[in-house]
């Protein structure tokens, strides 16, 4: 029997499976098919490249066949992951991508296109902070599902059309409040919360997921009362909140720390002290509970110390006092002493000891802190200048002027690079810089000063202008 590939028997020994692997004048003999092709691959480079690239177009004309509806629940997915994954810029894309997968699919007016828009415009907003955008796709999706009159094929459609026009709506409140549209964010919040309570009544919606919904609304209400100043109605939609988010998550979980934090925020704002304190306790209680040292536990100990020195009660200095040490501890632990947070947060524990006329510690840590800040921050930036500021107005409250002066003209100095000689923070220190020019330590010798040269000097609260401002006193 002949060979159908070369055209002959084969040769003795030789079964008719085997192909022959003898070269032109050499003696014939046999051989697997797997070792032809591992001599072809390893020997002819030009086979390797076309075997490649056959791979690669098989795989484009796969890719060019699935439908686009496939295309764009998969870059619904790959949206998702990469938000979770924290890849914004390729989330965004991919919601873009969405957009377009959606018009292909369904049309411009189908209610799916009205989702890729609002999934698009919440994707600006979380994602990027863009709230002018996030607006111009919600109100887009708003447009799309007043045009639509296609009734739902299903009850499942009908509890998806839902879903997504909650989204819209709780997208566009979220977009106005970021604009400072307070009246429409208030009223498309509302749109969505009676669309809530619609989907609510659907077959197939669980109960996890209205609790979900809820908090969302919630939460956005919260936010959206604090800023329209009306603490009172706030307090509502936080404990609202609260109580959610125990039911989903329990009592003792972590994210019940920053719906207390919100809660005592609210109480500050409406004078309530003792329960802005009660709730900060309470977070730090979770905190410590489960992560007892970390990042979470220096910044929920900071905040308490804050909310304690924002009440200007004397007696709760000794706490404000004992939290700024706690914080600063942990965010030791945690970052270590040259991080920016660290730094950051023992400015303002100085400030606060400037406050109590512990002059003589906070100048120490200040200058113990000046190496990391011009080695993080650099020599001229706004970190290093406002520590000169500090070190300037400590100094001559401990009756050091020549000193200070130094420090106010170096301040000036970083000021003038960084703002230019007209910016507000530059005109300040070059009155002090100018005042203290003329005091005798620094005047040319046998240069008389004027009569009223202390009346005309700034007063030492001055220098730390704005200084309770930082602690957010009401």
């Known amino acids: 029997m002949s060979s159908p590939v070369f055209g002959g028997a084969p040769r003795e020994g030789c079964s008719e499976g085997s192909v022959r692997l003898s070269s032109p004048g050499a003696a014939g003999g046999c051989g697997s098919i797997s070792g032809k092709l591992s001599l072809g691959e390893s020997g002819n480079p030009n086979r390797n490249a076309r075997s490649r690239r056959k791979l690669m177009d098989g795989l484009e004309e796969a890719a060019i066949m699935v439908p686009p509806e496939d295309k764009l629940e998969q870059a619904e997915q790959r949206a998702k992951m990469h938000k979770a994954n924290q890849e914004g810029a390729i989330a965004v894309q991919e919601l873009v991508r969405c957009v377009s997968l959606a018009r292909i699919t369904y049309g411009d ?20 902070g863009l709230a002018l955008q996030a607006k111009q796709h919600g109100e887009k999706a708003k447009d ?26 709780h997208t566009l409140g979220r977009a106005l409040m970021g604009l400072q549209n307070l009246k429409e964010a208030e009223q498309n919040l509302l749109k969505s919360e009676k669309i809530a309570n619609e989907l609510r009544l659907e077959e197939g919606v669980t109960q996890e997921e209205m609790s979900e919904v809820d908090a969302k609304i919630s939460l ?46 609210a109480e500050q704002a409406r004078g309530a002290q003792d329960m802005n304190f009660h709730y900060l306790l309470l977070a730090r209680s979770i905190v410590l509970s489960n992560v007892p040292s970390g990042q979470e536990a220096a910044q929920i100990a900071h905040t308490l110390a ?22 600063l501890k942990s ?55 406002e520590t000169y500021e500090l070190l300037g107005g400590m100094e001559l409250a401990e009756g050091h ?24 923070k530059t005109r300040e220190t070059q009155q002090m810089v100018q005042l203290l020019s003329k005091s005798p330590e620094i005047t040319v010798k046998g240069e008389r000063m004027p009569d009223d040269y202390l009346k005309q000097r700034r007063p030492f609260c001055s220098v730390f202008g704005g200084i309770t401002n930082n602690f957010n006193y009401t």
């Open 109 to 128: 007016f189908h209610w799916k296109m009205a989702q890729a828009h609002a999934n698009l415009a919440e994707g600006y907003l979380e994602i990027k």
């Open 144 to 169: 799309i599902m007043y045009t639509n009159t296609e009734l739902p094929m299903s009850e499942e459609e009908r509890a998806d059309i839902l879903r997504c026009l909650i989204n819209i709506f």
């Open 220 to 265: 956005s209400f919260g936010r959206l009362y604090m800023k329209s100043k009306k603490p009172a109605q706030a307090v509502e939609w936080y404990e609202k909140l609260l109580q959610l988010v125990k039911f989903r998550k329990g009592e003792n979980s972590m994210e019940c720390v920053g719906v207390y934090e919100d809660l005592a925020a």
């Open 306 to 327: 804050e909310a304690y020195v924002a009440s200007r009660r004397p007696e709760h200095y000794d706490l404000a006092e004992r939290y700024y040490k706690e914080s």
């Open 331 to 385: 965010y030791q632990t945690a970052l270590g002493a040259d991080h920016a947070t660290y730094l950051s947060i023992q400015d303002n524990y100085c400030r606060f000891l400037v406050l109590n006329k512990k002059y003589p510690d906070a100048l120490r840590m200040l200058q113990e802190s000046l190496p990391a800040k011009l080695a993080i921050f650099g020599d001229f930036s706004s970190e290093v200048a």
């Open 401 to 424: 002027q020549r000193t200070a002066y130094n420090q106010f003209k170096t301040c000036l100095d970083i000021q003038t690079l960084l703002y230019g000689s007209m910016h507000k």
